[in-house]
């Protein structure tokens, strides 16, 4: 397993619509391998094939069930995820996304969904997901078809940018004071 650098927004992987997968094969399995240690390595809580540049359709969601245990949640891959069923219920919710560092937005996404696929071994998976584990879902498979979580955005007001916080670097000590000088 490797840890993969994700792709930024800017690159045109991300607007593309991703191929579908026609065969499980071991280059396969180690690009999923390669996307859940990027994942946990980035502190994501999903990751789509195109975020590490690999047009396929292919995702990994991992939500953890107690935030200080990273991998303490469920590990869903799912290969060529479709949405076969929404919830009518919109809810909002803050989203961020690791190949767009720093910014969050308010989106409204199905409070639960059904989503079908193949696992890593190629058997037929159904989901049921409900709240984050459904709203990461949605984003994911958007990355599959070239959306990105600001073009869900319905207000351009509730979407923000987040500084990363600076750590405190000492500053040098000027040339004409000396520790002898200080009384």
């Keep these: 397993m490797a840890v993969r650098p994700i792709v930024m927004a800017d690159q045109p992987i991300l607007r593309q619509k991703a191929e579908p997968v026609a065969r499980i094969t071991p280059a396969l399995r180690r690009l999923i391998d390669d996307m859940v240690e990027t994942m946990r390595a980035a502190e994501g809580i999903g990751l789509a094939a195109p975020q590490v540049g690999e047009s396929l359709r292919v995702i990994v969601v991992e939500v953890p069930e107690d935030e200080e245990v990273p991998g303490s949640?469920?590990?869903?891959?799912?290969?060529?995820?479709?949405?076969?069923?929404?919830?009518?219920?919109i809810v909002e919710g803050v989203?961020?996304?690791?190949s767009i560092p720093g910014w969050y937005g308010w989106v409204p996404r199905a409070r639960s969904v059904t989503v079908r696929g193949l696992n890593r071994d190629g058997r037929r998976v159904r989901i049921r997901a409900e709240g984050l584990v459904a709203r990461v879902f949605q984003h994911e498979i958007d990355h599959l078809d070239g959306i990105?979580?600001?073009?869900?955005?319905t207000d351009p007001t509730r979407i923000w940018r987040v500084q990363p916080a600076?750590?405190?670097?000492?500053?040098?000590?000027?040339?004409?004071?000396?520790?002898?000088s200080r009384h």
């Design 73 to 89: 949640g469920v590990l869903y891959v799912v290969i060529n995820p479709e949405i076969v069923e929404a919830s009518p219920e």
């Design 95 to 98: 989203e961020g996304c690791l």
């Design 148 to 153: 990105l979580f600001p073009d869900r955005i």
């Design 166 to 180: 600076r750590e405190a670097v000492p500053e040098p000590v000027p040339a004409d004071v000396s520790p002898r």
